[in-house]
């Protein structure tokens, strides 16, 4: 018998109407033959009011009191729920997270699923029962009560999806449905956007980068879920039956357009370490101490150092910032490096599978924000990712005029005749379900271990640096257009702000370009900026991290640029993404730099390429 998995957001449980049509929904989905176990989040605004309430008695309650707290909202929600099926003539039981074997760490308010155990669950579906559990909430070893962190019910969902399919042994009869006010997912959020574009299909890298961009559509855990546990999810709506988005695997055919989506992340702040030594072993300084107290860190701009010193510039959440400078402060200090940060920022991300194939998307997305007259403060890009940071009051023009470039106001390309939806959603999987990924899955201790697939270097690449180029808006996209021009595809892009309103831009190119891409670079400098440099660099080697959800796992980054500091090799630039950290190094500590990557995150046995 099938299971399937069906979840339902605050606003979808927020009146009693609405949790009789949620439990005619899971009614109906038992009558039609599934085994089904629900997942609820808070009703309505639920959560703000608890956080609100903890807020009235003091500024900065205690973690464990605070999940303690939280906890409660979804406890209302299965109850209600569950005594709704029965007033509807069917069986059900709830269970909270505990009850269910739901195990985390003790991260407070952040916690991570460690295990889950299905005996409960299946003990209670075979008795004929609708399950009906808490999202959100776990417990932890020592018996306290966890919470998720926000929208954690989505990984709640997907999560259970995941291990009755593993351990539950239902294999490839289940399924996730995300119910709520939308839906499906659209091309950015349509509320801030009204010309949004619903989409079918969008592939798991592409939700897991918007979710982790700011799409809160879906709690960006519950996609690395489902991708290295191989579970087809379908966003839909609560209230209509309307077909939602599919999450599956990537196909050849989502790749068809550059971008699928744009997020927006409004309150950003931005940090600048100015003057630190340019030494190896400095970054993994900085991030570490972030990373220990599981501060994400988002976009990273590493300015190549002149005078043996350099600037790190990063953006963090603006709720992190007062603890993240609380941390900075002292560190800097020891650095002899001065600590700086710019609170009315926020950040626009561009994402699609296409980027891994179409060429000029930089340039396109510049040249969008240039003829609005934006002036973009940072820029990093990942795989199939391209961040700007831009200043609040911008911050909305931005994405619209990104959302319009990128034709995504357009309707979206439909499943091709071709194609039929069984194989999309049991596509042959990506290299993490290859016998190969398999022997990486029993590896992991609990079930969101970080997932390292792959480490590659390549060093064929060379870098153009463009330095203390005047920060008005447009003078980045005069650069990347004069670099297409030429027809030179450009890879990695990193741009940082530095003191004294200069910006550092540097990228890479084919090292068979770069003599060409440094005269176009020169050429047009000359132009808009005769007082920046120009510098050419081949001697260098990227390597590529490749995994899942590796930007809120705060200890990959430290892990890896702690490898690299204890080997001495420096770091010169820095991409991070959910699904690939990639690090430039000195061509001729390229090797050495892979061996050691792979040694440390147990990778041996790959032979670059493979
Ligand atoms: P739930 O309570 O059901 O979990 P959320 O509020 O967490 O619902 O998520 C749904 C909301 O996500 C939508 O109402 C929408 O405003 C927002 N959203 C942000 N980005 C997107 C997007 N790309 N597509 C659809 N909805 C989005
Ligand atoms: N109730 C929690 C929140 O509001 C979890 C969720 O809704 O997914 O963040
Ligand atoms: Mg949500």
């Known amino acids: 018998m099938a299971v399937l998995v069906q979840k339902f957001g605050g606003t979808s449980v927020a009146t009693a109407e609405r949790i009789h049509a ?72 709830s269970f909270t997270g505990a009850q269910v074997g739901i195990v985390t760490d003790s991260t407070h308010t952040k916690a991570r699923i460690k295990s889950i155990s299905t005996a409960r669950m299946r003990q209670a579906l075979a008795a004929g029962s ?98 290295k546990y191989d579970v087809p999810v379908m966003v839909r709506s609560a209230f209509s039956d309307v077909e939602g988005t599919w999450i599956v695997p990537e196909q050849d055919w989502m790749r068809q357009e550059p971008a699928c989506g744009v997020a927006i992340v409004k309150d950003e702040a931005r940090v600048l370490l100015d003057g630190v030594p340019d ?5 993994h300084r ?50 002899g490096a001065t600590v700086t940060a710019a609170e009315d920022v926020s950040k626009i991300s561009l994402v699609g599978a296409g980027m891994r194939t179409h060429t000029g998307v930089a340039e396109r997305m510049f040249a969008a924000l240039a003829s609005e007259k934006i002036n973009m403060q940072m820029i990093t890009t990942g795989d199939i990712k391209i961040s700007v940071l831009v200043d609040r009051q911008d911050a909305m023009r931005a994405l619209r005029a990104v959302h319009r470039a990128f034709g995504l106001h357009r309707e979206r390309p439909k499943l091709p005749q071709a194609v039929k939806l069984e194989d999309v959603l049991h596509a042959a ?36 640096t463009v330095s203390h180029l005047a920060d008005v808006p447009g003078n980045c996209h005069h650069i990347f257009q004069a670099v297409a021009d030429a027809g030179i595809n450009v890879d990695m892009i990193v741009q940082n702000l530095g003191a004294g309103g200069r910006a550092d831009l540097s990228f890479s190119v084919p090292q068979s370009d770069l003599t060409l891409a440094r005269q176009q670079a020169e050429k047009i400098v000359r132009e808009i900026d005769p007082s920046a440099r120009v510098s050419a660099d081949s001697d260098i080697a990227v390597l590529f991290v490749f995994g899942v959800g590796m930007r809120t796992h705060t200890g990959v980054a430290r892990k890896m640029f702690g490898a690299l500091a204890e080997r001495q090799i420096n770091i010169r630039m820095i991409n991070t993404s959910e699904v690939c950290i990639s690090v430039v190094v000195e061509q001729t500590r390229g090797r050495e730099a892979l061996e050691c990557l792979r040694q440390t995150f147990e990778l041996n046995h790959l032979t670059n390429g493979q």
């Open 22 to 93: 949620a439990a005619r929904r899971a009614i109906k989905a038992q009558q039609a033959g599934n085994q089904v176990v629900v997942v609820v989040s808070a009703r309505g605004d639920t959560t703000d009011e608890l956080i609100a309430m903890a807020r009235e008695i003091c500024d900065q309650p205690p973690p464990r009191e605070m999940d303690m707290l939280l906890a409660t909202g979804e406890q209302i929600s299965i109850a209600l729920l569950a005594m709704a099926i029965h007033s509807l003539g069917g069986t059900a039981v």
């Open 279 to 283: 030494q190896p072993g400095v970054s």
């Open 429 to 464: 999987q990506s290299s993490l379900h290859s016998e190969n990924g398999r022997d990486l899955y029993r590896r992991l201790s609990s079930m969101e271990d970080i997932l390292i697939s792959d480490i590659r270097l390549v060093s064929d690449y060379g870098q153009i």
């Open 286 to 335: 900085v991030f570490s101490a972030l990373a220990e107290r599981n501060i994400v860190v988002d976009m990273i701009a590493q300015g190549l150092g002149s005078d043996g010193k350099a600037a790190i510039g990063f953006t963090v959440p603006k709720a992190e910032l007062r603890e993240a400078l609380k941390i900075l402060q002292p560190l800097a200090a020891s650095l």
């Open 130 to 227: 609708i399950v009906i559990v808490a999202g959100f909430q776990g417990i932890d070893e020592a018996g306290n009560i966890t919470t998720l962190g926000r929208g954690g019910s989505d990984t709640t969902a997907v999560a259970l999806a995941a291990v009755l399919k593993h351990e539950g042994g239902y294999r490839d009869d289940v399924g996730c449905e995300i119910y709520t006010d939308v839906d499906g997912v659209y091309t950015t959020d349509p509320r801030l956007v009204p010309e949004a574009q619903k989409m079918d299909f969008i592939s798991y890298d592409e939700m897991l980068e918007l979710a982790s961009a700011g799409a809160a559509v879906m709690h960006s855990r519950s996609i690395e879920f489902a991708k």
